[in-house]
């Protein structure tokens, strides 16, 4: 990179891969392991979300997680633990372009969101010169530009946010809005249903309503088959798997079937 190079902010990975015009195939990652999150870069998914709301990872683990899945063709998603200001900024100081913040529910909250990512007059993000983001002060005009490199996905994860979900998407500055089944199943009073048919079709509904805002629009898939709906449905971007589920299903249909093959024979011994 020259030196020319570092006075110019870059288009954010994620806004740019969402204007491809195809559903933008991602997986979840809550194992908060950076050899499996390497790894999966090398997966051919188009994005992949760093957990920082239900997993335990740390400021410094999201920025070794991005890291480590920048040589890849993957762009890294981090979720933080909640629509703060103070994780906000360190998060973007670390260097960290594309964030989710979950549990917004509406479009106060969502403009809150937005001024914490601005630096003042129009947000209150505090200003630092010595942070990875800025490439260490070597981006000498980086505050004048963060705001183009960034992007910002809040969750609609509740019936309230979902009754509201246009406001949400319509608020200057939120660039998508993505749909959390698990908490709404638990709002329409069915807590662990989140591939109940009607928090999908609910799901669904809000695609439909958001779409004409031209935000982008994304959803978490409980199931192979419900991913496979929501991509069909014309959803932006959607989440069809997790490092943690994979793990486990596959581990134990391992242990299961050798465990089988193993039931009913003695090894002698001399």
Not at 132 to 150: K, M
């Amino acid at each position: 990179m020259t030196a020319s190079d570092s006075q110019a902010t870059r288009p954010n990975p994620f806004r740019e891969a969402t204007r491809q015009g195809r559903p933008l195939v991602g997986i979840w990652s809550m194992l908060n392991s950076v050899d499996a999150t390497e790894a999966l870069g090398w997966s051919g998914y188009d994005w992949l979300l760093i957990d920082g709301e239900h997993a335990p990872v740390s400021l410094h683990d999201a920025m070794a997680h991005c890291r480590a899945i920048a040589a890849t063709p993957t762009i890294p998603i981090v979720r933080l633990l909640w629509n703060d200001p103070l994780l906000i900024k360190q998060h973007l100081d670390a260097g960290i372009a594309t964030l989710m913040l979950p549990f917004v529910q509406t479009p106060e909250e969502a403009a809150r969101a937005v001024q914490s990512l601005r630096y003042p007059p129009s947000g209150i993000r505090g200003i630092a010169a010595m942070h990875r983001a800025s490439r260490y002060t070597r981006f000498r005009d980086y505050a004048a530009q963060a705001s183009q490199s960034l992007f910002l996905i809040v969750q609609i994860e509740t019936k309230e946010a979902l009754d509201r979900c246009e406001e949400i998407a319509a608020v200057d500055g939120v660039d998508a809005v993505f749909f959390g089944p698990g908490d709404l199943a638990a709002s329409m009073g069915m807590p662990g249903q989140a591939a109940h048919p009607d928090v999908t079709a609910a799901i669904e509904d809000g695609l439909r309503r958001c779409r004409p805002l031209g935000k982008a629009v994304g959803a978490l898939a409980p199931n192979d088959e419900i991913s496979e709906r929501h991509i069909r449905s014309g959803f932006d971007f959607v989440s069809v798997a997790n490092d943690f589920s994979l793990l486990l299903r596959n581990a134990d249909a391992a242990a299961t079937r050798f465990r089988g093959a193993a039931d009913g024979i003695t090894t002698k011994k001399a």
